[in-house]
């Protein structure tokens, strides 16, 4: 496959309190990006960083890159019920413009 | 400014029937994606094109897909004849250059 994983599947965490969701790739990228999908809608671009990055800040989320380990961590501080999403890594390749998916965390923030 | 146009946003049809999902871009976006999201499968993409022209279409599961962009604006996917497997939700997403992609709502396509 030529998707992403990400882990864990599903996460339960209380409002205020951090999330953090891991993405694991298999081939060589050009940059990875993490993306927001609420229930019935669309995926909304969050935050993308190069490979030759290795962690990039955007208000509440922290993402982080180990190009040798070949993953990627985001972050989410303070939480909100807002949150409550699934989140999905999508890795860019050196070559051509497309993405793969991976398969997306559930993240439920309990207010 | 308007996002990526999808319709229908909900398609029940029965098995055999021709299916056609309709997508419009973002002005300007000069790369256009379908993708198909099940549980199963996750999230897969199916073709993409770059200037009306497919690039990369491994993803099409069979010849039973196709697509087309006849121009800028709006680009078809379609299934014929459609199977009960073909069940999901269609996205269409556009960008501009290698930005990140701007997704549509999709397409809740249920084949009887």
Not at chain 1, 8 to 36: D, F, H, V
Not at chain 1, 88 to 94: D, I, L, P, S, V
Not at chain 2, 36 to 51: C, W
Request: proline share 4%; net charge neutral.
């Amino acid at each position: 496959s030529q998707q992403g994983e990400e882990d864990p599947q599903a996460l339960s965490i209380q409002e205020g309190e951090n999330a953090t969701m891991n993405c694991s790739y298999k081939t060589s990228i050009n940059n990875l990006q993490w993306y927001r999908q609420n229930s019935g809608r669309g995926l909304v671009h969050l935050i993308l960083i190069r490979s030759n990055e290795r962690e990039k800040h955007s208000g509440r989320l922290r993402v982080t890159l180990d190009t040798s380990k070949k993953s990627s961590s985001l972050l989410i501080t303070a939480s909100r019920a807002a949150d409550t999403a699934s989140y999905f890594c999508a890795t860019g390749r050196r070559t051509g413009n497309q993405f793969y998916f991976g398969t997306g965390t559930s993240l439920t923030v309990i207010p | 400014d308007a996002g990526v146009i999808q319709s229908p946003r909900h398609e029940v049809t029965e098995m055999g029937q021709e299916v056609t999902l309709r997508c419009k871009p973002i002005s300007g976006h000069d790369y256009l994606f379908w993708y198909r999201q099940t549980m199963m499968r996750g999230l897969e993409l199916l073709i993409y094109f770059n200037n009306n022209v497919p690039i990369d279409d491994s993803g099409m599961p069979e010849d039973r897909f196709s697509a087309k962009m006849p121009n800028a604006s709006f680009s078809t996917l379609k299934i014929q004849p459609s199977e009960p497997r073909d069940s999901a939700v269609y996205f269409c997403a556009s960008s501009f250059g290698r930005e990140p992609q701007h997704f549509g709502d999709g397409t809740r396509l249920s084949i009887l």
